[in-house]
């Protein structure tokens, strides 16, 4: 019984975190001026993120007690052994976005970083992932090129 408590409060310090952060990149943007959905201020897009963030800290909570904290099959063998993969791959695809964009543009990087990061997870399908790969430069491109008008290449040449 202890262990099974421990294990759930471990699952839900994950969401804790996130959502702890959130509120803390939320308090920042408060000071500065928020402006209009028209006319956004400094604050504006920081203040969403971390709305963001407590929301989807929230959400890993509530899918962790839900599950009763139950260890997935990578931890059920040691569960002090932490599980490098995700860390790794989710490391190495952000570094990889951050040499390249300048180099490639904007979608290559992102649809290097988000097959890195799948990667992390074992028994991905890589159709799936090229799929989602290619809505998110696709998306990013129009939200934050085209929409936002960020400096950016999409691709670099073009």
Not at 13 to 19: D, E, L, S, T
Not at 107 to 133: F, M
Not at 135 to 148: D, H, P, R, Y
């Amino acid at each position: 019984m202890a262990r099974e408590t421990g294990t759930l409060l471990r699952s839900l310090m994950a969401g804790a975190v996130v959502a702890a952060f959130g509120a803390f990149v939320a308090a920042i943007a408060l000071t500065y001026p928020l402006g209009s959905a028209f006319r956004p201020g400094p604050g504006f897009v920081p203040l969403g993120i971390g709305v963001l963030l407590i929301v989807l800290g929230v959400i890993v909570a509530v899918e962790d007690a839900r599950a009763g904290g139950a260890p997935s099959d990578e931890t059920a063998t040691d569960e002090a052994v932490p599980v490098w993969r995700p860390m790794v791959a989710t490391v190495a695809g952000v570094l990889v976005f951050a040499l390249l964009l300048d180099r490639v543009g904007y979608v290559p990087a992102s649809i290097l970083l988000v097959l890195i990061v799948a990667r992390g997870e074992r028994g991905r399908n890589w159709l799936i992932d090229i799929a989602i790969a290619a809505f998110m430069a696709v998306f990013g491109t129009i939200v934050f090129i085209w929409g936002l008008g960020l400096p950016i290449d999409p691709i670099v040449g073009l």
